[in-house]
């Protein structure tokens, strides 16, 4: 039962700076957070105009999709459902929590946005990378201190040797008070671009990197 | 590694009772726990009602037996009670005997506390006992608070995928017996209902101002309700010689991937986490005696829901009915509550009545049960639980043989 | 009508996170919904919220928004009708 599975794309967005597969791509590291992901999305040239319905979680977590599907466009592979979305990350919606909070707590200006609240649920950046590219395999949003390769790297391996999906879409995505964080990355059960054993030891290599 | 996953415990509490066995008087008795907002200052307290317990953070605490200076959040004290009775029900007394772990589900963690304390937080010059709910504000607090007054240490995790978020707990729970990682793990959800999400579901204006009417082609929305619910599962090593309540045969999650909060009209994300969970279960559709659905009383849900289950049963569906207007919706928690409600379904042989249904939907071939049937054997039940972000799951609970 | 009408455009475009859009891009008579500027229902919800938050105007039931959403004009005009 020793089955292999394969990293075959990476990308990271944190301090200013987009990585794809370890090297970097873009980097400006003069602007505040929400503004650097909109340059992101427009250096990059995506085009997808729910981008800017999106709060600063799912923004960030598009890009980096858009990106490593790009690169790696695994639902031009595989059936809708056999792609999975497994994504995890510490500070859950908060960003959009505290927003909502603030529209609800102004007893004289006192308007819930209902735009507003539809993010504050930290798995919605999943849909929004499903409903971009129709994928309606398995998803599940974990909440971690920090990211977990050991946990990551046994649950997604698990999943793939099961077959219970044929690919996944996984990492951490994490944005509060102007800070974030976004790696995300593709594991299939073929060998690809990277070919990079899908093991805790090597994710937290490409983590760190 | 096991192949089968046991159910030996359960608990819960909601607005229809604070253990299993008043929920179960409730469900017979047509009791619905569906009434006004008392807990919380809420300007939309006369306008909506929720099904809420009734309870105040103090008699909780002392409830789950802690002291005055132990009380944590709303959602993790209405979790700790019903792991409390799971643990019991299982007969767990040492809990380091096997590989044990938790894994639970919340949408709102400790949001409640949080908003009680709100302008007290914003004031840096002011101080009090209420500082520690800071820490108690995210979603994986809930989870430490319970594992630790239980003692459990081998394994632990939280899930937040909204209203499905339990049914991802418990399939995940499922997953850790089957590869033999854990022997038994206690899996679940809890949330306690807040100023939050009453705000959030009124902007949505999915809210019925009346009791909710799931399946009615007048219904006008859903009611808001909190609870918690846990399962012990347990795998064949560790569950020998016991009481087996039921088997968790068969589970299944897919994405919608339609719209951020409204599901899609044919509910294909429904339809495919329903047909892997029976992938899962090597069962039928005609095995099913009795579907709890997930029937939140939504214009867009009870339709988009049907019409997959129509299409999965080809237009012959067994009987179904939703529970929500029991205990209202009780978001992260719901899947574990109605899960429980599935094993009560097969260990008494009954269907619960779908409460306030008067007018069919032309768009589907089937009418839920409205009255409690009793007598029909009942030996596999498909319970269905979705959640915002296109997050739909499906559970099967099977009698033991 | 049309200093409303100019109003409201900036309105929806902050409100509604349109900065691919102009004011100049918006057509007074083209549907808002659907193939027009393609928004969707928690738009439509969003934009209950406008017309209560700027113009005091309540509109309870969300079925109600299909009528006066169809395009630019007819939202003007219901703000007009039912103003404070």
Known sequence: MEYKNYINTFCSIKNGTVSIDGSISFEDKTLPAADFIKLVYKHFQISYPKFYKMDQLSRLAFVVSELILKNNPITLKNEDADIAIIIANSASSLETDEEHQRNISDKNNYFASPAVFVYTLPNILIGEIAIRNSIKGENTFFIFDKFDADFMSSYINSLLNSNKIKCCITGWVDFYENKYEAFLYTVEKEKGILSLEHTSDQLKKIYNN | MSSKIYITGMGMISAIGNNVAESLASLENSNSGIGTLENIRSRHKAIIPVGEIKASNEELTAMAGLLPEQQSTRTALLGLIAVQEALKTAGITDIKEFRTGIISSTSVGGMGTTENHWYEYLDKEKTGPWLKYIEAHECGDSTEFIADKIGIKDYLSTISTACSSSANAIMFGARLIKHGILDRVVVGGTDSMTRFTINGFMALMILDKEKCKPFDSDRQGLNLGEGAGFFVIESEKSAKGKEILAELSGYGNSNDAFHQTASSPDGAGAYLAMEKAFKVSGLKPTDIDYINAHGTGTSINDLSEGTAIDKLFSKNVPNISSTKAFTGHTLAACAAIEGIFSVLAIKHNMIFPNLNYVNPMTELSFKPTTTLEKGKKINHVLSNSFGFGGNTSALIFSRHQ | ?84
Not at chain 3, 7 to 36: C, M, R, S, T
Not at chain 3, 42 to 59: F, R
């Open chain 3, 1 to 84: 009508m049309d200093a409303l009408i100019d109003q409201l455009k900036g309105e929806i475009i902050e409100q509604l996170n349109l900065e691919d859009l102009k004011k100049e891009d918006i057509d007074n008579e083209a549907p808002l919904f659907g193939e027009g500027l393609g928004l969707d229902s928690i738009d439509a919800l969003e934009l209950i919220v406008l017309l209560e938050k700027n113009y005091g105007i309540k509109v309870a039931n969300p079925a109600d928004g299909k009528k006066i959403f169809q395009s630019i004009r007819t939202m003007a005009e219901f703000i007009e009708a039912n103003k404070k």
